[in-house]
């Protein structure tokens, strides 16, 4: 049965999930809290114009494209996230030691990226010949947890680092070609009374990475995802799914 009329304002999960080579749709991941969804849609068309009766009246219409955009806004952060916004992999990191990472001359206040986050046991030598140990507080600063060291005293010759540490992740941006997804939606409308149950699907996409990631804000911070559906040939044909997307409006009322 078909959903009676409503006033709505959805609310729901979204996720995305890879779509494979030959079309069929692997598991979709949520992406966590998500302030939009947006199905825009467009179509170009070519008009004619009659000549015959002196008013150059509209004749005919040729649809020249139509097209699909979908608008995603996370609100949240992991690395599945910031990879899907910055066209980025995740590289997983496993426990390890290092015995003599080479570390700049510095000078006070200047901050050095050790290779590898999770940091402990840190030993940090340096002066002549290389083995006259630093003294944390002293000489340097060390935030474990990110593996950022900050001099507290001159560095003429440059330092060697000696740490272990634990398993982490890493996501390099601009580093994965584009892959295409299927989304789905699954809501409910929240309009008071309203029983109405949508879900939606959106068969083939791509998403180009996300033009801003606000790593300092004054406020809560967003993604913007915005990409384009392609038609997907696997499906164009089925009635039960259309070329593009599909949308199931339910009573949750009725059986």
């Avoid at 000549?51 to 979908?70: P, Q, Y």
């Avoid at 680092?161 to 398993?167: E, F, L, Q, V």
């Avoid at 309203?194 to 804000?217: D, K, M, Q, W, Y």
Wanted: hydrophobic residues 40%.
């Amino acid at each position: 049965m078909s959903l009676n009329p409503e006033y709505f304002s959805m609310q729901g999960r979204v996720a995305l999930g890879l779509r494979n080579a030959d079309g069929s749709r692997g598991p979709a991941r949520w992406v966590y809290d998500s302030s939009a969804l947006e199905w825009n849609f467009s179509q170009d068309q070519d008009e004619q114009n009659e000549s015959w009766s002196g008013a150059r009246g509209l004749a005919a219409t040729l649809t020249t494209k139509e097209s699909l955009s979908v608008k995603l806004t996370l609100q949240q952060l992991n690395d599945d996230n910031a990879a899907l916004a910055s066209a980025g992999t995740v590289v997983q990191v496993t426990t390890g030691t290092v015995t003599a990472e080479p570390l700049p001359i510095g000078k006070v206040g200047d901050m050095i990226a050790l290779e590898y986050a999770k940091v402990s046991d840190v030993e940090l030598t340096g002066g002549a010949g290389g083995t006259t140990p630093l003294v944390e507080d002293t000489d340097y600063t060390l935030n474990a947890a990110t593996g950022v060291i900050t001099y507290l005293t001159a560095q003429a010759t440059a330092p060697h680092a000696a740490y272990t540490y634990a398993a982490h992740s890493i996501i390099t941006a601009l580093s994965q070609r584009s892959q295409e997804f299927w989304v789905l939606f699954d809501g409910e409308n929240t309009v008071d009374g309203a029983t109405g149950l949508c879900r939606g699907e959106v068969h083939r996409i791509s998403f180009p990475p996300a033009s801003t990631l606000a790593l300092i804000n004054s406020s809560f911070a967003t993604l913007e995802l915005t990409g384009k559906a392609r038609v997907d040939p696997v499906r164009i044909n089925n009635s039960r799914y259309g070329g593009y997307a599909r949308l199931m409006l339910i009573d949750a009322t009725e059986d």
